[in-house]
């Protein structure tokens, strides 16, 4: 399993990507919730953070599979 920074990092490298490729999906970003419990297990929390990350990674896949001409970067 990934550290909670490799996850940190893999989250801001997509969130940067769709922020830069694809403006028009950063609305989707402050919709979608990122739990992290202060003082929770932190298993729990590094597995919301890969969730979070998967919720990321299935939105930008999804819309560049769905909007021809676009090729997918996430790969």
Known sequence: ?????EINK???AITMTIDEQ???LSKYIAETP???SFGADPE???KNLQDYYETLNTLLKNY???HTGIINSSN
């Open 64 to 66: 560049t599979k769905n």
């Open 44 to 46: 729990t929390n590094l």
């Open 22 to 24: 694809f403006p028009e």
């Open 10 to 12: 893999d989250i801001l």
């Open 1 to 5: 399993m990934k550290t909670e920074e």
């Open 34 to 36: 990122m739990e992290v």
